[in-house]
């Protein structure tokens, strides 16, 4: 079978190509940037196609020449800074443009990425898990997209039967991750290339999960032809950036590392205490300890440094 992955060349596609091929499907991805990533090793398994998911005609396009069983969208911006009109064409157009291209070519299979930012601040839900059936705070750009997102999939749902899935990710985590939250990957990448890095505040939550996990999530619940619910967060280690800071140096001890202040960063946090127990019971989804994910993002830079590996004590 073919699955589509639209943005199958960034910083999730590229990992979840090659799971997908492992499984045996026929892979194609379209992306605005094919030249980010490099599948030759899976030979004829995985093909490339530039396309804009934001013009409707260059998706169905690669809809009619690909015939996908399967799509995944990974097409988005991530940051809450972008133009509205810019943000808008990539975020709901493009969104839209990929249900609708799927209903009308008869794929009914389709699987995307919507994001923890729809829940908003953790203080909104106080000390507690917050689940997929919460009330949604979230309040800026990126997240009132996402919101809207999860909306119109499940207009989808209703009103044409197709099985739309929403997967959540919380604050993904990877040695390459340069756009949206990525004080948590520069409190590790930074000091790994042996440079000085500093955050507004000491105790500012976030809920790491490795990018690499994120990816087995996606090849799981897109092979999954009736999931058992139309969303899932994908969870994350509950952990603050100055804590995070003294793991880092556990394995770099001169690691410059610094904050602004102490306090003040917790209630203005985004949500960081995640359920995720639908992925696990449900995909058999088990999580390496975040210490072994920190380790192996420093030597992922150490080795780019051409520096030899660090290994845990």
């Known amino acids: 079978m073919t699955t589509l992955i639209i943005g199958g060349t960034g910083f999730i596609g590229r990992r979840l190509v090659p799971l997908l091929a492992q499984r045996g499907e026929q892979v194609a991805c379209m992306d605005i940037a094919p030249q980010t990533a490099n599948y030759a090793d899976l030979g004829k398994q995985v093909s490339v196609i530039r396309g804009d998911i934001s013009q409707f005609d260059d998706l169905m396009r690669v809809m009619a020449t690909v015939k996908p069983d399967r799509v995944i969208n990974l097409a988005y911006y991530i940051s809450s800074d972008m133009p509205p009109r810019v943000a808008f064409k990539l975020n709901i157009l493009g969104m839209d443009n990929c249900f609708e291209a799927a209903r009308l070519s008869g794929c009914n299979r389709v699987v995307y990425a919507s994001s923890v930012a729809v829940s908003g601040e953790q203080k909104f839900y106080g000390e507690r898990i917050v689940t997929e059936d919460d009330h949604k705070f979230g309040h800026v750009q990126y997240a009132m997209h996402k919101i809207f997102n999860e909306w119109q999939a499940q207009d989808y749902r209703d009103k044409y039967g197709m099985e ?150």
Do not use: W
């Open 164 to 313: 739309i899935t929403t997967i959540r990710p919380a604050n993904v985590t990877g040695p390459d991750k340069i756009f949206g939250s990525v004080d948590h990957v520069f409190c590790i990448t930074e000091p790994a290339r042996g440079k000085p890095v500093k955050f507004p505040y000491k105790d500012s939550m976030r809920a790491p999960i490795h990018v690499d996990e994120i990816a087995e999530i996606f090849a799981r619940v897109v092979m999954k032809d009736k999931p058992e619910h139309a969303i899932y967060n994908t969870g994350g280690h509950t952990i603050s950036l100055g804590e995070l800071a003294d793991l880092v140096r556990e394995f770099l001890p001169d690691a410059q590392i610094s904050f602004d202040n102490e306090t003040g960063g917790r209630e203005r946090s985004g949500n960081f205490m995640i359920d995720n127990s639908r992925v696990v019971t449900e995909f058999g989804m088990q999580f390496r300890p975040y210490r072994e994910r920190v380790l192996q993002i420093i030597n992922e830079v150490r080795g780019e440094e051409g520096k030899p590996p660090l290994t845990d004590r």
